[in-house]
């Protein structure tokens, strides 16, 4: 539970009260109160709270000793970058950032966000049967999320099973956005370690150059067997063993479906495997609708040119009568997440101040008339 402490200096600043969870420390604004902790992951611990204003419950995020780690720091800020543009259901909202006390020197973060109820790994592990219409809405919200990010020109990267929110009335939003960048199409080449290897798509395993939306359709198919099947479709524990283990299901691939490899080494390596037949999906998965399996299957190919789109995906028949393209409007603007990856801590943080100041008008007029004065 949250216990309310005296300030680790004796000095309580204006607007802040501090609570001690699971032996963290945590500085927030007076208006919240905090209920308990619900997470605990790398970048720090989360807690449920009442923001006493609105009466509305919230998840506070602390990311701890944000500069020390420079790759988490940007992380960081794409996310505060890259949730102030979106709006939409199947995306989770953030709701503040809260200003620290100092403008140089901070070292936490403390983003709010809706509170949700649990997250899809919980769900699969847990012994709660999952009926075809729980896997349907369940896959359905998650294409229209995705068709409403890659809209706004965002591929996410990470789409796995504890990066989807889901509320008790299975409400459905994508979350963890610290690996979401920018599509250019092909021109962009974006070649660096991205999504949990479980959901990781064959060009990003075989170091392909150039990759586009496909990638995350591919995550969405890994998540859909995961669902189907309550355990990962690809467990690899290390990059080959992924690709092999791929290859054990798809089946080997013809000439033609590996011309995207761009690597020779790379493509001679998926040659070399040993040759597979593949396994039919209807056996792995004999309970699934025949119509889940077609969908699945169309979305676990191996040639990313091949994959069903998002959009694709949304009007296929498994998913018949839940998506209307009326009710589903594109991004209002494409967003730009374009970061330089070698800037210092100090301009870090002070893109990251000026996310914050978004989210306290107060706060922004107070720094422009200080601008003013000097």
């Known amino acids: 539970m949250a216990t309310l402490v005296e300030p680790p200096n004796g000095v309580k600043p204006k607007g802040k009260h501090y609570y001690s969870m699971w032996q963290t420390l945590f500085e927030i604004d007076t208006k ?23 009466n509305e419950k919230v998840a506070i995020k602390k990311i701890n000793n944000v500069f020390e780690n420079r790759v988490d720091a940007l992380r960081t800020l794409r996310e505060l970058k890259l949730l102030r543009h979106i709006r939409h259901e ?9 200003m620290p006390i100092q403008r140089i020197g901070f070292k936490d973060v403390y983003l709010v966000y809706e509170l949700m109820d649990t997250d899809l790994h919980q769900i699969i592990k847990s012994p709660q049967p999952l009926s075809n219409d729980h896997c349907k809405y369940f896959i359905f919200q998650l294409l229209r999320g995705l068709k409403y990010l890659h809209s706004a020109n965002i591929l996410h990267r990470d789409l796995k099973p504890g990066n989807l929110l889901v509320n008790a009335n ?98 001679r390596y998926i040659k070399s495997l040993p040759y597979s037949r593949g396994t039919v999906f209807s056996l792995l998965y004999p309970q699934a609708d025949p119509l889940a399996i077609d969908l699945l299957q169309r979305m676990l190919v191996f040639d ?62 107070s720094t422009f008339e200080s601008w003013k004065v000097e």
């Open 304 to 365: 990313p040119s091949k994959r069903i789109t998002v959009t694709e995906a949304l009007l296929h028949p498994y998913l018949l009568g839940l998506y209307d393209p009326r009710c589903n409007p594109p991004a209002q603007v494409p967003i730009d997440l374009e970061i330089d990856e070698n800037m210092g801590e100090s301009m870090i943080r002070e893109m990251m101040w000026s996310e914050m100041l978004h989210y306290h008008p107060e706060a922004r007029k």
């Open 90 to 98: 199947n995306v989770i909202a953030l709701k503040d950032v809260m």
């Open 170 to 267: 299975c409400d459905l939003k994508i979350c963890d956005f610290g690996l979401a960048r920018t599509s250019r199409g092909n021109e962009q080449f974006m070649t660096e370690y991205v999504v949990t290897r479980w959901y990781r798509a064959p060009e990003l395993l075989l170091c392909c150059d150039n990759y586009g939306t496909s990638i995350d359709v591919w995550s969405v198919g890994c998540i859909f067997a995961e669902i189907l099947g309550r355990k990962a479709i690809f467990p690899g524990t290390e990059c080959l063993n992924q690709l092999k283990l791929i290859i054990n299901v798809l089946g080997s691939q013809q000439e033609a479906d590996i011309q995207f490899i761009d690597n020779p080494k790379a493509r």
């Open 32 to 54: 919240y109160v905090p209920i308990k902790p619900i997470g605990r992951g790398a970048y720090g611990i989360v807690c449920s709270a009442i923001n006493r204003e609105t």
